[in-house]
């Protein structure tokens, strides 16, 4: 089997220059990296000298070119390798890329023999440049961070796709258009799941890139990003180290981006809100959001605000949407458009495991679900299924237990405990870093997570601890919230304009819940404090293993 090489040489024309004419790679295909000290670039070319005179004029900060070849490369092949490569190198945090993000019109079809060269021939060339010293980490390792998964130049689905084309050109239309006292709004609404903050991702660094080009009507925009979340927080700013076109100011949270803005008297261009339904709904003077809502005060301070939304998401009742909320904004708005994202990408699981959380959110519980490639586990104690989940991190990495903010959690320093039911088996809750997201830290395994630990990121195996406030009544034979027993006090501040406030309340732990069960990519595990919930899980276990 031929083997791939790398060749290199200085990033200078006398360099280029000695190249024997009648090498095969001047015009077949390849690829190339293009490397300085801390910045990189990848490349795919057909015309490999043309392509390194044109960058020798343009690059800076490079002063190394690698050349990789491979006697079954083809066109199709080395162009899917290079988007590949761009993700892995950003995953891999060695270099800041000089690369742009790519359009639809670059998108990655299917080809002949693509899993060969998707999986064999890119281990084999992510070795080579491991051995030359060009990445840093293993494969495995760069899978199971964040800022790899949402990488801007991920390759998208055909509806992500179409997504971000509709985004782009809302964008360079309404620009231009709106020059009212309230911004343009789009909503993009998806649940848990359907790749909005890729997506997202993808669509800032466009914009971004965008804004330093002449030609196009997003030229010279100040645009930003925005979450009202820690640990995603953390993730983007990250990403924005890794990649030229972004820059860490452009990344904010909502009340102190309100503040500045007001406070300078300043309208901006664009405004992205990842994980909208975040954001409050009311004032929040302990936290000094003094307006009435996030989204009405984004709308007042940009022409265009884009927000990535899912009402099911919702986890505290000064950031409770309802739908009429919503409506009312989205008529204050200029103009606004709406598109829905619906594929699941997170989860390996069949709809049958999908419509079995689905109707645990909705208080129902049904029979065991079947899907032979996804785990779906109920345990009998707490310890077995975080020995699994252990177990499970050793193999694959990324595998955590987590759980519903039914027990003690104070952020004083103090270590405070996730406890079995019969008190025999405890985990401490999760501590917090500065630098990397909770479950990226090796130690963390032997922690419990909270829902604000893990909110919009993936793991490859979940253990989910459902604790006391979620029990199961057998005489009606269905999910009860006991929402006194929900611990997350934060989340229930807030009640003014509210009119059921326990529905309200039951809303916020069951919307915690789903996303806590929809975090694992293989595989779900479920351990229940109430012991009618466990007793019937563990019947309703038992009669599928029966039919299996």
């Not at 494969?139 to 199971?144: Q, S």
């Not at 196009?216 to 890794?242: R, S």
């Not at 339904?277 to 004032?283: I, N």
């Not at 099911?312 to 949407?321: A, G, I, N, P, T």
């Amino acid at each position: 089997m031929p083997a791939i090489e790398i060749l290199s040489w200085s990033f200078k024309q006398e360099s280029i220059n000695q190249i024997n004419n009648k090498e095969q790679y001047l015009n077949y295909p390849v690829i190339y990296v293009l490397n300085g000290n801390k910045e990189a670039y990848i490349g795919e070319t057909v015309y490999f000298k043309n392509r390194m005179k044109a960058h020798l004029k343009v690059r800076k900060n490079i002063d190394q070119i690698n050349l990789i070849k491979h006697e079954k490369f083809n066109r199709s092949a080395t162009f899917h390798l290079e988007t590949k490569l761009i993700n892995y190198f950003l995953g891999d945090e060695k270099y800041t890329l000089q690369n742009k993000s790519k359009t639809a019109s670059d998108f990655t079809h299917n080809y002949y023999n693509k899993p060969y060269y998707d999986q064999q021939l890119f281990k084999e060339l992510w070795q080579k440049l491991h051995e030359q010293k060009l990445v840093d980490h293993e494969l495995h390792v760069i899978e199971n961070k964040d800022i790899f998964k949402l990488s801007p130049f991920k390759e998208l689905s055909l509806e992500q796709l179409e997504l971000k084309e509709k985004v782009l050109e809302f964008c360079e239309k309404q620009v231009k258009a709106n020059t009212s006292e309230y911004g343009s709004l789009l909503v993009i609404e998806g649940e848990a799941g359907v790749g909005k903050s890729v997506v997202l991702s993808s669509i800032f660094n466009t914009i971004q890139e965008r804004a330093e080009e002449a030609s196009t009507n997003l030229f010279g925009t100040e645009n930003y990003l925005v979450v009202n979340h820690e640990e995603m927080f953390k993730t983007y700013k990250g990403i924005a180290k890794q990649v030229k076109h972004l820059k860490g100011k452009n990344f904010a949270k909502p009340t102190p981006l309100v503040n500045k803005l007001q406070k300078e008297r300043k309208k901006v261009d664009i405004i992205f809100v990842d994980e909208a339904h975040l954001l409050l709904t009311k004032s929040d003077t302990y936290n000094n959001f003094h307006g009435n809502n996030h989204l009405e005060e984004l709308l007042k301070l940009a022409k265009i605000v884009v927000i990535i939304y899912d009402q099911d998401q919702v986890l505290k009742l000064k950031s409770l949407w309802g739908a009429a909320t919503l409506q009312q904004l989205k008529k204050l708005s200029t103009y606004h458009e709406e598109y829905q994202l619906t594929n699941q990408f997170r989860m390996q699981a069949n709809d049958d495991v999908i419509n079995w959380i689905n109707s645990f959110k909705r208080k129902k519980l049904k029979p065991f679900p079947k899907d032979k490639n996804y785990e779906f586990t109920v345990f009998e104690n707490m310890k077995d299924m975080h020995e699994k989940i252990k177990e499970q991190n050793n193999a694959f990495g990324l595998s955590r237990v987590v759980s519903t903010f039914d027990y003690l959690h104070k952020k004083d320093g103090g270590t405070y405990y996730v406890k079995e039911s019969t008190g025999e088996y405890k985990m401490p809750w999760n501590t917090t870093s500065t630098k990397y997201t909770w479950a990226e830290k090796a130690e963390t395994v032997n922690e419990a997570g909270s829902i604000y630990t893990i909110q919009g990121f993936d793991l490859n195996y979940v253990g989910v601890v459902l604790g006391p406030s979620v029990q199961y009544d057998a005489t009606k034979d269905e999910i009860v919230i006991d929402t006194s027993k929900y611990m997350d006090k934060g989340a229930y501040t807030g009640t003014e304009g509210i009119e059921n406030i326990n529905e309200a309340k039951e809303k916020i732990v069951l919307n915690s819940i789903n996303i806590l069960m929809k975090r694992g990519i293989r595989g779900l595990y479920i351990y229940a404090s109430d012991g009618a919930l466990r007793e019937k899980l563990l019947e309703y276990q038992k009669t599928i293993e029966k039919h299996e």
